[in-house]
């Protein structure tokens, strides 16, 4: 039971240009959502997060979008940088509980 | 300030082996988490602790899994015996309970392969 998914394995976008990574989610007591960025061979890093009481929240390049409605949220990155090549993990916590529920992730490339 | 500290890095192992994966949180940090991700699952929950007490082992395959938390700063998962489907990369993770944004930080992974 994937309670959080992302559909898409990945995406190539060009330097410069945004790039907007999309997850799903079906549980919708979520109450808050966060995106955890992955380099080859390191630890998952938490890049952004979002409470269910917002729609929108930003952080310099990184915006994350909120549409409880679709059960759906987004992350923005404009403008993509080589750097930003890396995996990224949508993920909520399971009310009333600390775990995380992750989605499979999206491998973002950005070519120069 | 140190992050989650895991070992080994790489483990490869033949079937049937017993493999111990170990880590250390952070310090002042009182959840743990193990994780593990695969290409078909990605990163799945198999357990986590709150003060040294294990809350939730739902996630853990079967009884060839096992973990332990003896103290605050040191944590085992153990698969017993080996399979190579047990193959993939195991995180560790720690918390700390009510901090700001359910945030976890993970260590760097410790990639098993089982032949």
């Known amino acids: ?112 | 300030d140190a992050g989650v500290i895991q070992s080994p890095r790489h483990e490869v192992t033949e079937m049937g082996q017993e493999v111990t994966l170990r880590c250390k949180p952070i310090s002042g940090h009182n959840s743990l988490f193990w994780y593990r991700q695969t290409m078909m699952r990605g990163l799945e929950l198999l357990i986590y602790f709150n003060n040294n007490v294990p809350i939730d082992d739902s996630g853990m395959p079967e009884d060839r899994f096992s973990a332990k938390m003896p103290n605050a700063s040191f944590s085992t998962l153990k698969i017993q015996p080996s399979e190579p489907r047990d193959s993939a990369v195991y995180f560790c993770a720690s918390s700390l309970r009510g901090g700001a944004g359910n945030t976890i930080y993970f260590g760097e992974g410790s990639w098993l392969t089982v032949v």
């Open chain 1, 1 to 112: 039971d994937q309670q959080v998914k992302q559909n898409s394995p990945s995406l190539s976008v060009q330097e410069g240009r945004i790039s907007i990574l999309n997850c799903d989610y079906t549980n919708s007591m979520f109450d808050y959502f966060l995106w955890y960025k992955k380099y080859p061979a390191e630890g998952p890093t938490f890049l952004i997060s979002i409470s269910s009481i917002k729609d929108k929240n930003e952080d310099g390049r990184f915006t994350v979008f909120l549409n409880k409605s679709a059960k759906h949220l987004s992350l923005h990155i404009v403008p993509s940088q080589p750097g930003d090549s890396a995996v990224y993990f949508c993920a909520a916590p399971i009310q009333g509980a600390q775990k995380l529920v992750f989605g499979q992730g999206t491998r973002l490339t950005i070519n120069p």
